[in-house]
């Protein structure tokens, strides 16, 4: 464990390496290719530049006692790194680890972090020892989660030693890394742990400067590769899909489907070929013009005592040039007979609410031998009674029902020595019951709701104002008793529901407990924990685990605690949130309802780092990937205010894309995150509200069976067809930031333009528009709903409620972010420095030290007499203002309590003309007055108090 840590720790230090500080490179085409043999001496190396100037981890300038350099070349198919540490101990060099992927960080290495795509959100990760012993994985969610049975096929290395320097020789095929951009840019870092003359742990230093900050994989050097054709490498591929284990021919197959995206801009002809670790390979011919993408089925030899596997997967261009390569994680589940309910639908149980004239399902034979025999399927009472019985093939079948008593009943299915026994259960009325129909929409009391929340909610009277009907709270595990009735009192008031931890306590949900079975005790703990709040009219129902993988979690643990609340409070749905192919498959069977955390990671003067479309395709994989309900959480918050530098929040359009691919994907049920970190940003808020005051117009659109999705003839576009009361309703995403045409299939007719007023279209059969940048435009014929809303109103309100944040004549409003701020005095925090004066009294800055600073420079001089600061329990008769003259600081004014200052008394929570902007209400403001003068830098200082969460200038 504490080389794990050691580990974690050192990722979480290398990944922050700031880019900014660190001149962006090219990688040149090579003319020779070097030799790995560790030397160097090869002439592919003689002109290269060398990058250096290594500074110790934590610090921007302070160089290490001993230095490092690298070199980088390609060759097209290969890039090369060939890296020379200056070592005058070279008798310590510390070189105990051999084995691959072995805790390397604990000798003597140089690591390698390759972004491929500068998506900041998957990368890979190398270290190799001054023995040459590697460790290499695939990282994803922006280095979260960790992939150590990933290995780069071909990857080659060499080290040498000398008198007082080590070199090592590295050479990693580009196809390994998943480049899917044509123009060569990537972002990467290089660093080194020495250990080798030091006293006590490690000495680390990189060559682009780290600050310590979390995971944070945008902050990589910027590289680029030139004169090499990258476009040969950019395939996309997607899934695997609708998984599934069987026999035939005596061998255990591997069937499933993946989607192959042609985005080289060439025709493409090649193979493909498919193989389980080191088992058979089958291969298929590909041809595939650009842009097209094609559905490839594969059906690859599987070991079924080997449970978790690697499917490989190559794309082999003409040449013999490898042009894609992936390592998937999947999970050989081999039965060779599945019995599946399809009315009921959910939980094998009839609520009373429902009107089951039949019980049906599907039989499927996964053992070709027993492919041919008859199948006998018999329901009876749990006392043996027989109730109805049947007999026939495999496939569907229909078992007719009399009006069923409240109980337990069983479904017994035999195929030859096959056996399979299902529990079915008719449940009687219950006040907050929970169920989900066929097309997994969900009812509560018998009635059609469809979950839009948010996590972290604690402004609950805010929220409900917005329309938003659920919440998940983190912080709920300490509430208990009393407690926690109250807190469900105060939902059930409102007219709001909550999903909560079935934990009593937040260490039964820890990653080191996810790792271990769950034993008795903690069983017991979450069936008290149930049993408390079951009946709460205000539940919903019960989270289990936000992303599992990151631990990873036990999937057996997972399934018991499902288990356990499924059978304590069989009224209530379980929830599990996880983002990764392997994670959907893995953890399959530990919920009834999965929700996808998908974030494209939107980009300060740019994009999104990852593909938006992402969000529908990652939904897609997960609907695939079982039985389950499917909710999304999209990304509703700025992950730099999480400590990824260079994030930004999402605009108004990128939410409203989000909001409509998340429809399009299936998803039955939004849970955005996160509310807490919206203050700054209100536009969120109002935008969102809207869009759900929009979709309730269309009812029909939380129904994913109601669904016909639609060719549009570009990829970058989605589209989904709904016909609903005599009317058709057409919903086009353009998931692309810039103006994309289409065309498409529509039935004849007039069709209006939801929420765009006056845009009309007719199609004879063929509709063809052209959507500007990330643009939702829903087709109706329904003219009135069409006209009942409207889209530039809501953005004018996202507009208005922008701009409500700058209190007017705050000169230190910092919106722009053209005023730079200074604290001395304060714990560190990853909340960037803006929210001190946006307007928005966000989180707040925790005081620490006996003498706290706050200083504000400002673009250009400014002519100002008062000043406010805004926190929680700030001492009366502390602190100065102090303004910059001739160099010097010169005190203006001390602070006072300001009794007219409704926010010094906790009375004001929102700008009066505009109460939507919610505030949240702290008990201290503090002012200063002096005489106007004209200062480019003030400084605060001296006061006390236990943080500080706003300051205001003012003329």
């Not at 989900?436 to 009277?461: H, I, N, Q, S, T």
């Not at 937040?506 to 034993?519: D, E, H, I, K, Y």
Request: charged share 25%; hydrophobic share 35%.
């Amino acid at each position: 464990m504490v080389s794990f840590l050691k580990h974690f720790c050192f990722g979480l230090l290398l990944l922050t390496a700031a880019a900014g500080s660190a001149v962006a490179g090219t990688i040149p085409l090579a003319s020779d290719v070097p030799e790995i043999d560790g030397k160097g001496d090869d002439a592919a190396w003689k002109n290269l530049p060398w990058f250096s100037d290594f500074v110790l981890l934590g610090e921007n300038t302070r160089k290490p006692t001993a230095q490092t350099r690298f070199k980088t070349v390609h060759d097209g198919n290969t890039i090369y790194f060939f890296i020379e540490a200056d070592e005058p101990q070279m008798k310590e060099l510390r070189m105990e680890r051999t084995e691959r992927d072995s805790d390397i960080w604990n000798d003597d290495c140089v690591e390698i972090v390759i972004d491929p795509n500068c998506s900041q959100d998957r990368f890979y990760h190398f270290a190799v020892s001054a023995a040459a012993a590697v460790f290499d994985e695939e990282r994803l969610q922006g280095g979260l989660v960790a992939s150590a049975r990933w290995n780069c096929r071909g990857m080659k290395c060499a080290s040498t030693r000398s008198e007082n320097k080590w070199t090592v020789e590295i050479a990693i095929p580009l196809v390994s890394l998943g480049m899917e951009r044509t123009d060569g840019k990537i972002a990467l870092n290089i660093a080194r742990e020495r250990y080798a003359g030091i006293a006590r742990g490690a000495e680390i230093s990189s060559f682009s400067p780290a600050k310590s900050k979390l995971l944070a994989p945008d902050d990589f050097a910027p590289f680029t590769l030139t004169g090499g054709n990258m476009k040969k490498f950019a395939w996309k591929l997607t899934g695997p899909y609708a998984l599934r284990t069987v026999k035939r021919n005596g061998k255990v197959l591997l069937d499933g489907k993946i989607h192959l995206i042609n985005n080289s801009g060439e025709m493409g002809r090649g193979f493909i070929t498919f193989r389980i670790n080191n088992g058979p390979v089958q291969r298929k011919t590909v041809i595939m013009d650009s842009g097209v993408s094609n559905e490839i089925i594969l059906a690859v030899e599987a070991d079924p005592t080997q449970k978790s596997a690697l499917l490989d997967v190559q794309l082999t261009g003409m040449d013999r040039s490898i042009l894609l390569q992936r390592q998937i994680p999947v999970n050989i589940d081999y039965s060779p007979m599945t019995v599946k309910l399809l009315d009921p639908p959910y939980r094998n149980t009839i609520f009373s609410d429902m009107k089951v004239k039949a019980l049906t399902g599907l039989v499927q034979i996964h053992d070709e031998t027993a492919g041919n025999k008859e199948v006998i399927l018999t329901f009876s009472r749990k006392n043996g009674k027989v109730i109805s019985s049947t007999r026939g093939a495999a496939g569907k079948f229909s078992l007719p029902l009399p009006e069923l008593e409240d109980g337990e009943y069983n479904l017994h299915v035999q195929c030859g020595r096959y056996i399979r026994e299902i529990p079915v259960f008719k449940r009687p009325a219950k006040k907050g019951m929970v169920r989900f129909d066929a097309d997994k929409v969900m009812y509560v009391d018998g009635k059609p709701f469809f979950p839009y929340g948010w996590f972290g909610c604690r402004d609950l009277e805010r929220a409900a104002g917005y329309g938003f009907n659920v919440v998940i709270e983190y912080a709920i595990t300490a509430y208990k008793g009393d407690a926690l009735v109250k807190y469900f009192d105060r939902l059930h008031a409102l007219g709001m529901k909550g999903l909560i931890y079935c934990y009593p306590d937040s260490g039964m949900n820890s990653r080191a407990a996810q790792r271990l079975p769950l034993s008795q005790e903690e069983a017991e703990k979450i069936r008290q924990r149930v049993r408390s709040i079951k009946d709460h009219p205000a539940l919903l129902g019960w989270y289990l685990c936000d992303e599992p993988d990151l631990s990873p979690a036990l999937p057996e643990r997972l399934k018991e605690i499902h288990d356990i609340c499924a059978t304590e409070d069989p009224y209530h749905p379980t929830v599990i949130l996880n983002n990764s192919g392997e994670g959907y498959r893995k953890y399959a069977a530990s919920g009834d309802i999965v929700m996808p955390d998908i974030y494209p990671n939107f980009m300060q003067n740019g994009n999104s780092g990852v593909p938006m479309i992402t969000i529908y395709d990652s939904l897609q994989s997960c609907a695939a990937s079982g039985n389950r309900i499917l909710w999304c959480t999209p990304q509703g918050f700025n992950y730099g205010d999480c400590g990824h530098a260079g994030q930004r929040v999402p605009s108004p359009a990128e939410l409203r894309n989000m909001h409509y691919q998340t429809f399009l994907g299936g998803a039955t049920g939004f849970i955005w995150y996160i509310y807490e970190y919206n203050y700054p940003y209100p536009e969120v808020f109002t935008t969102l509200s809207d869009l759900l005051t929009e979709s309730s117009k269309l009812p029909f659109a939380f129904a994913p069976g109601k669904r016909q999705m639609v060719k549009t003839g570009n990829p970058g576009v989605i589209a989904g067809r709904y016909d609903h009361d005599g009317k058709r309703w057409l919903i086009v995403v353009n998931t692309l930031y810039k103006e994309t045409g289409f065309t498409l299939e529509l039935p004849p007719g007039k069709y209006y333009a939801a929420g765009e007023a006056g845009k009309n279209f007719t199609s004879n059969g063929h509709l063809s528009d052209t959507l500007a940048p990330l643009a939702v435009r829903i087709y109706t014929t329904d003219r009135q709903t069409a006209e009942s809303f409207s889209l530039q109103e809501s953005l004018n309100k996202s507009q208005k409620a922008r701009e409500y944040l700058r209190k007017k004549g705050n000169l230190a409003f910092g919106g722009d972010r053209k005023v730079d701020i200074e604290l001395g005095g304060f714990a560190k925090s990853v909340l960037p420095l803006h929210h001190l004066n946006d307007g928005a009294y966000y989180d707040g800055f925790a005081v620490t030290g006996k003498n706290p600073q706050i200083t504000l420079t400002f673009p250009n001089e400014i002519n100002a007499s008062q000043l406010r600061l805004y926190g929680i329990d700030l001492n009366d008769g502390y602190g100065k203002v102090e303004i910059l003259k001739d160099g010097k600081f010169v005190e203006a004014a001390r602070l006072f309590r300001d009794q007219e200052n409704p926010a010094a008394t906790g009375k004001m929570s929102t700008f009066s003309d505009m109460p939507e902007i919610g505030y949240r209400r702290h008990r201290d403001a503090l002012s200063a007055k002096w005489e106007s003068c004209s200062f480019r830098t003030l400084r605060i200082s001296g006061f006390r108090g236990r943080k500080i969460v706003e300051v205001e200038v003012y003329r």
